[in-house]
DNA sequence: AACCAAAGGTTCGCATAATGAACCGTTTGA
DNA sequence: TCAAACGGTTCATTATGCGAACCTTTGGTT
């Protein structure tokens, strides 16, 4: 691994519950040396990437990263039009909406939308990393990605988060071919109890899948005429953002007419 | 200069006008070898800072930054509080307003909102970088920065973007004093013609200006009244903006108790 | 107030990892 | 049809990053 990555993968170890990290906290957690840390850091912080705060002096994510983030929304706006996506199938379905995008191996979530309709909900976090296996937006991208990564996926041990995620491999893998045939996934509290959630995959410019759109509701509320709402209006929601962003479905990807 | 350094910079030739750069492009702009700037991409795209087009084999930024920005914004969420009181400034005065913050020694625009009530607005792009001079906003900021900083600034050459580009040193320092008794800065067509501009600075729990807060019309509608209400209702909004996110004036900010 | 432990930060000789001139194979368009 | 420009690769040279050990500061305990 070359120092750049190395220093990137440093930022890795930020997330919701450790917004701040002291150099002795990111010695331990990375397993280099505290010299090694401290200069990547201190790179890392001419650069804008991270900054000390004023009390401690534990780092945490820096400023540079919004302005980043701006230039990559204004090159491929998939969040800004998520956004206006989202909130529509929101208002049409009354349930929590969210979008997920593949980045390296690894599926987070980025951009939701509530309904002011009900007023119990899904809670959503942005950039929370949400297993393939035991959520419907995990499953609907390992559906319709190369077939390898599916497999490397499958072969690493697959944690249980609630006593309903499905863990074994082969029938995750009986499940992907429903799913590439429906063209939507379905999970009943595999992720969260008593969260039922549809997603549906989306696709970029090469008819690769680049992430998923999803419905989460509380189980309670999935009455048989919502069971039927739902996946029709997220279909026809995960084609309009794929066409949106200039995507394309794959030849094969299920075309529901019936809607 | 380390090798994160070099890799992390060749990210800053990124923006709005050139959004996909080829490997030969880079090189020409970074000056550095051609074999270097091919290893340190690499690097950076294996960890999603940035990614190859399918077509051409240009970069361009990657979906990792906008991970890595939203857990910047859940730990200071600047961007998300601005966006309601840039929302309200903007439908309490009816022109456009927009937040800048200073990253490194540059002030970049990150967030703005729109008045509905007339046509013609000023437009506003996030993500650009903001001269010091000639703009309300980095004169509100240099106002209350570090002396050095200021100083710093001051010594480069300054270019004139508009005919009313102020550019000479002197009378800039002797505009900043006047900020700094008014708190408030106030810039007509020095970066774009016919732009009116007001702005304050906002600043963090240490008490150091991190950005500026700013209301945009076009010269045209400042009329007498609008001079009176925009810089009261900006006052007013800037304040608020510093509380929400935690932070607090310096001693001797000009409070103006009589909006 | 004396002590200790753990924090952030620094030093310096050594060896690894970054460098760049020159070199491929492809693509493009004149 | 051919040359120029592209993305990508090689390999000897050496600059650069590395880590054990060492400071200095901080905050809590006795």
Redesign the pocket.
């Known amino acids: ?7 990137l993968s440093l930022l890795a170890y930020f997330n919701h519950g450790r917004t701040g ?8 957690l990375s397993g ?12 890392l912080q001419e650069t804008g990437f991270v900054e ?1 705060t004023g ?5 945490r994510l820096g400023p540079q990263l919004l302005r980043l983030a701006a230039l990559r929304e204004a090159a491929v706006p998939i969040l800004s039009v998520s956004r206006q996506v989202l909130r529509e199938l929101s208002d049409e379905t009354g349930e929590t909406t969210h979008l997920s995008l593949l980045q390296g191996s690894q599926l987070n979530s980025l951009s939701h939308a509530y309904s002011p309709r009900n007023a119990t909900r899904v809670m959503m976090e942005d950039a929370k990393v949400l297993t393939f296996h035991g959520t419907s937006s995990g499953m609907a991208v390992l559906a319709f990605a190369e077939p390898d990564f599916a497999e490397t996926i499958l072969s690493q041990p697959l944690e249980a988060r609630t006593p309903e995620t499905l863990t074994d491999p082969e029938r995750i893998r009986a499940q992907l071919d429903g799913i590439r045939k429906s063209g939507i996934a379905v999970s009943v509290g595999g992720f969260e109890e008593d969260v039922h959630s549809h997603a549906v995959p989306i696709f970029d410019p090469d008819r690769k899948v680049i992430g998923a759109l999803a419905v989460a509701a509380p189980a309670s509320r999935m009455t048989a005429e919502q069971k039927q709402l739902i996946p029709a209006a997220l279909r026809r929601a995960g084609a309009t953002l794929t066409y949106r962003i200039g995507g394309s479905a794959p030849a094969g990807f299920p075309q529901d007419e019936t809607a």
């Open positions: 691994m070359g120092t750049v990555s190395k220093a990290i002291g150099l002795s906290d990111l010695t331990r280099m040396n505290k010299a090694t840390v401290y200069r990547l850091m201190s790179e000390q009390s401690d002096r534990s780092y």
